[in-house]
């Protein structure tokens, strides 16, 4: 685990500073979908310090198990609006509102915890019918209608693209979503920031990182293949 974990780092550093960016503007997203809670331990342990679910009900027997671990919590899975409540109790930055519904729900529950939700709009940048996220052309509305909400605070994008063997094909969604983050940081709207884009995983994370990703969300190259 800790060779793994030094191997992405040291991956994640050297895309970084091959592009002129300074490695600590990347950070890393343990994805911990279907690992044992012994494993993230073990994980913590080596040194990760942000952990990313896909899954509530996964994710609070984790959190239940891990509290006192020194842990940021980041939901990057679809998440359906009557589960909000849950996501707000235990996540600190949530990757995958996509619609204004989603994003009402979560200002609710985070009103109700006293909280400010920090979250991020996905993107479907690819047009694919199977994943979820709003698209590029209406993410300029969702986002104005989003930051009128009391609660809730838009940190940046958060995207997938296709999947492919060779990274480089992944790149024109990258770099579309990042020219799609400096368009609406343009736009200077009341209360939202562009600071973070997620996107980038274990096949593409450093396409990525070339692209412009500060969140790159890695699960298999850290904990291998899952059964």
């Given at each position: ?57 996964e994710a609070r027997d984790k959190f239940d198990a891990l509290y006192d671990r020194p ?157």
């Open positions: 685990m800790k060779q793994n974990l030094e191997n992405i780092r040291r991956r994640i550093a050297d895309a970084a500073t091959a592009c002129g960016r300074d490695p600590q503007t990347v950070r890393l997203v343990a994805v911990t979908k279907t690992v044992s809670v012994d494993r993230v331990a073990e994980a913590i342990d080596a040194g990760i310090d942000i952990v990313g679910e896909n899954y509530i009900q842990l940021t919590w980041h939901f990057i899975g679809h998440l359906q609006s009557n589960k909000a409540k849950y996501a707000v109790r235990m996540f600190d930055l949530i990757h995958s509102v996509d619609s204004l519904k989603l994003a009402r729900a979560l200002d609710k529950a985070a009103q109700n915890n006293a909280k400010i939700q920090k979250i991020l709009i996905q993107v479907n940048i690819s047009q694919e019918e199977s994943k979820s996220g709003t698209t590029e052309n209406e993410a300029m509305d969702l986002v104005t209608d989003i930051s009128r909400l009391e609660h809730v605070r838009i940190k940046g994008l958060m995207t997938m693209p296709p999947f492919f063997d060779q990274p480089e094909r992944a790149r024109p969604f990258f770099h579309q979503l990042a020219r799609l983050q400096r368009r609406i940081a343009d736009r200077n709207i009341p209360g939202v920031r562009m600071d973070e884009l997620s996107m980038g995983m274990t096949g593409d994370f450093e396409v990525a990182i070339q692209e412009g990703a500060t969140l790159v969300r890695i699960g298999t190259a850290l904990f291998g293949a899952r059964r």
